[in-house]
């Protein structure tokens, strides 16, 4: 076995979803906040690709996405010409905005030699914006089109020359001028090469596509230039923004979006959500770092690629798999028994999650302790190169707080984890780490091609002390939106300031919005309340309140999640009780799932899994479940005149 190795991450940066630094997204995941929001039309309009629009070969499964939002690149902070800026696809500056940030994190680049610092950069197809600028470089064959759809309409010479003027115009208006650097600023070998010379580096620099495991080949590219004494520091980048027809046809065609909502390792799971972003990680050898006055986040202590060989270049492989991690342990000269959890690849879909999971399983065949597991995926998405980094960095800041953050996104687990005799379980509430030793973490990374990235991390230290637990991560189908004034244009008001921004709010962010509502709701004669569950249904419901109330009309339509109510006293409450044919949930369902205060009570009833409809389970579980709805409306405040 190889001596064991140990290299020292100093500093880590990032932009992802709702997050603009490590500790931003430590703090989403550890809130359980999911930041998918849709796609902007005036980015890409989904609607344009319905499957009835225009046929299902060239249309795009509906999908939310976790995007960027608050982002704007500075040229001038960045001392990038404008010429250079509009002619480069911005994912370039996305890389150099966070390697600057990982720099920033230490002091700056100073405290390193420039002469013997790396840059490795994961990538694929650079990003959407230069590939739609081709539109432009493709405007002759464009052309040709637009002359057989002239002649085919018999449309007359001075009409014809007026139209093709026009589209040309347009065209060539909606997308920068070629100049010297077009070509450089829309390739994704020439990332790391911008990055190397605006910080003037010359320890190497270039990109590695992987694939959606491109994360974590670079980071195994460059602890491989660390160990054999080729770079003494190195920056390893990665970086995606893209999201555009190319790749969402094609993940539809495949079956890999989710039709639904993303669920990673839940039984409904059928595919991801897209996201977008970028992270990076500064590397040295521990005892170089040491010797700098370096910070130590976490250790790096091995790594294993693998292919899946004969088995496919889309559909993952669990030899494959099993392979990567083999060779990360035997790297790492650790035991995976040691291991605290894994931040898995979990992408949702149906064949992934099982595969992994199984993997995951003979690793560490004949151990009974379950193995906990998660996927920031289940946050803000599949961020395809950029997604190993994102768990990454998300492991690196679990070590150092000593907590293995929850899993979202997963109300009913899959069945193969009762298929491996919960061996491996997905963590849904927030735990504390052993703190009698660094723990352990592995970070796994999968892509097209059959490629299998997996590395091991340690944290820097022990935990002094066991950390204060948040609570355990609130899962709802919808929210509830509550306004009340004194005249209906005081609501509409209300109404407006909120309709304003609502069909843009993120899952996360609908919660918040709905919070804020309930926060400054007060007693008054005109009272609105809207369910909601997303910012569009929300867009769409506050516009038709605000249409009822401007026309004097009090409503009560619970199809369309609108109540509308005017009054001049306070309301009787009656609680109305379900009888034994209502919905039977052993399990405690949604009261469990989301008030902590109904854990007492509900965790009397029985394990069942099989005939929940059968009396002697369903009759105490639909008590038990209405005893549980009175503690909830008590500890809000709500009683009842009769039930």
């Known amino acids: 076995m190889p001596r064991p190795i140990s290299l020292a991450i100093v500093s880590t940066a990032c932009r992802f979803p709702d997050a603009n630094s490590p500790a931003e997204l430590w703090d989403n995941v550890i809130e359980g906040r999911r930041s998918f929001r849709a796609i902007p039309r005036q980015r890409l309009n989904l609607a344009r690709y319905a499957a009835a629009t225009i ?26 010409p404008r010429k250079a800026f509009e002619a480069t696809d911005l994912v370039h500056w996305l890389a150099l905005d966070i390697a600057r940030d990982a720099f920033a994190a230490i002091g700056g680049v100073g405290k390193l030699d420039r002469a013997r610092t790396a840059v490795v950069v994961a990538n694929t197809l650079t990003g959407e914006f230069s590939r739609a600028a081709l539109l432009r470089l ?66 190497g620099g270039y ?7 491109s994360s974590l080949v670079a980071v195994a590219d460059a602890g491989n230039l660390l160990i054999t004494g080729q770079a003494d520091a190195a920056l390893v980048a990665a970086v995606d923004l893209s999201l555009d027809p190319f ?32 992270g990076a990680v500064l590397l040295m050898r521990e005892d170089d770092a040491a010797a700098r006055g370096l910070p130590v986040l976490a250790r790096l202590r091995g790594w294993g690629l693998s292919s899946d060989g004969a088995g496919g ?14 060779r990360a ?54 961020t395809k190169a950029a997604a190993g980094l994102a768990g990454l960095i998300k492991t690196v800041e679990a070590l150092r707080h000593g907590i293995i953050p929850p899993h979202v996104g ?38 097209f091609g059959g490629i299998n990235a997996h590395v091991v991390v340690e944290g820097a230290a022990a935990p002094s002390a066991p950390p204060p637990l948040p609570a355990r991560p609130v899962t709802q189908d919808a929210e509830l939106f509550v306004f009340a004034g004194d005249s209906a244009s005081e609501v509409i008001a209300a109404m407006t300031r909120l309709d304003a921004r609502a069909s843009d709010l993120s899952m996360a962010e609908l919660a918040d919005a709905a919070a804020f509502t309930g926060m400054s709701i007060a007693l008054a004669p005109v009272r609105v309340a809207i369910v909601a569950r997303d910012g569009g249904e929300l867009a769409a419901r506050l516009k038709t309140a605000q249409g009822l109330l401007a026309g004097g009309t009090a409503s009560r339509d619970a199809d369309a999640g609108i109540f509308i109510g005017k009054a001049t006293c306070v309301p009787r409450i009656a609680f109305l009780f379900p009888g034994q044919a209502a919905p039977s ?15 007492d009570l509900l965790r009397h009833l029985p394990e069942i899994t099989g005939n929940t409809v059968a009396t002697e389970i369903a009759q105490p579980a639909i008590t038990v479940a209405s005893l549980a709805a009175i503690d909830v409306l008590e500890e809000l405040g709500i009683e009842a005149t009769i039930a």
């Open 410 to 447: 997963c109300d009913t687990p899959h069945h193969v984890f009762a298929e491996v005799d919960q061996r491996i379980r997905p963590v849904l509430s927030p735990r504390s780490l052993d703190d009698d030793r660094p723990a352990l973490a592995g970070v796994s990374s999968f892509g």
């Open 247 to 278: 790749e969402l046809v094609g993940f539809s065609r495949n079956g890999a979006l989710a039709s639904g909502e993303m669920r990673v390792f839940d039984a409904r799971a059928n595919g991801f959500w897209p996201g977008e972003g970028g």
């Open 329 to 382: 342990y035997e790297m790492s000269g650790i035991d995976p028994v040691d291991l605290d959890f894994v931040e898995a690849h979990g992408t949702g879909t149906a064949i992934g999650d099982p595969t992994e999971v199984r993997a995951l399983a003979a690793l560490r065949n004949g151990v009974r302790e379950p193995l906990p597991i998660g996927s920031i995926k289940a946050n803000i998405g599949h």
């Open 207 to 213: 990109s590695v596509d992987g694939a959606c495991a």
């Open 55 to 80: 046929g299902e070969a060239d249309s795009i499964t509906p999908v939310r996405a976790g995007l960027l939002t608050g982002w704007q690149p500075n040229p001038s902070a960045l001392r990038i």
């Open 585 to 599: 949930r052993p399990d405690g369902g949604a009261w469990r799932r989301r008030f902590s205060i109904c854990d």
């Open 138 to 203: 493709r405007l002759p064959y464009l052309d040709d089109i637009l002359d057989d759809a002239i002649g085919a309409e018999d449309l007359d010479g001075d009409v014809a020359t007026r139209l093709r003027a026009h589209f040309a115009t347009a065209l060539r208006r909606s997308f920068a001028e070629p100049n010297e650097d077009s070509l450089a600023g829309g390739l994704a070998n020439t990332i790391a090469g911008r990055i190397a010379n605006h910080f003037d580096l010359n320890g």
């Open 313 to 326: 270049l889309t559909r993952p492989s669990s030899d494959g798999q099993s392979t990567a991690y083999r």
